[in-house]
């Protein structure tokens, strides 16, 4: 059974950076047809897609946030991680992080998510 | 962007009711639509793909249909355990969205 783990500091200050690894295990982070992305969860809002990447490296981005968002991939520790930098108040969520799989045609659905982990922005 | 509204943005229902939630996108996104079913403090969970496949494990009360820029999610028979918000999400885009939202909650 395939399992993310999201790991990294709760609580991050203003304009720093927020860094965030999701460990995946009972599964290879480097098998085809699977993206693994991010996405965020404001406190009381809706769902926010923050990017996405391929294991060869490949990445595409929110427009939102695409200036402030780095995601890298370490295939020998089977993780993939998310930096966001510049972090305001606005950043605060829960984020999560998924298995994004991929079929026909640039259907693309989330079938395999993280716990989440909740990410405060103070100083 | 391809923006995704929901309605209705929340509805009381009883269980053993039928309940119909609907997406909209602000184009065509042919069937590259999937819904989810998010409970208070977890994760979502993935319900139905490609606008109407069923995901494995999700129980067949759960039901979807539409293409272009108007889908229905049905939940026909609803169970306690279905009380929870429910959310689309396009993929026609690379820029992937998701609908605001649906909160069904008990009557």
């Known amino acids: 059974q395939l399992q993310l783990q999201e790991s990294g500091p709760g609580l991050v200050k203003p304009s720093e950076t927020l860094s965030l690894t999701c460990t995946v295990s009972g599964g290879s982070i480097s098998s085809s047809s699977y993206y693994w992305g991010w996405i965020r969860q404001s406190p009381g809002k809706g769902l926010e897609w923050i990017g996405s990447?391929?294991?060869?490296?490949?990445?595409y981005f929110n427009p939102s946030l695409k200036s402030r968002v780095i995601i890298s991939v370490d295939t020998s520790k089977n993780q993939f991680s998310l930096e966001l930098t510049s972090v305001t108040a606005a950043d605060a969520a829960v984020y999560y992080c998924a298995r994004q799989t991929y079929e026909y045609g640039g259907l693309y659905y989330f079938d395999y998510w993280g716990q989440g982990t909740r990410v405060t922005v103070s100083s | 962007d391809i923006q995704m509204t929901q309605s209705p943005s929340s509805l009381s229902a009883s269980v053993g009711d039928t309940v119909t939630i609907t997406c909209r996108a602000s184009?065509?996104?042919?069937?590259?639509l999937n819904w989810y079913q998010q409970k208070p403090g977890k994760a979502p969970n993935l319900l139905i793909y490609?606008?109407?496949s069923l995901q494995s494990g999700v129980p067949s009360r759960f039901s979807g249909s539409g293409s272009g820029t108007d889908f229905t999610l049905t939940i026909s028979s609803l169970q306690p355990e279905d009380f929870a918000t429910y959310y689309c999400?396009?993929?026609?885009?690379?820029?992937?969205?998701f609908g605001p939202g649906t909160k069904v909650d008990i009557k």
């Open positions: 184009q065509s996104i042919s069937s590259y």
């Open positions: 999400q396009q993929s026609y885009s690379t820029q992937l969205t």
């Open positions: 990447m391929y294991y060869s490296g490949s990445t």
């Open positions: 490609a606008a109407s």
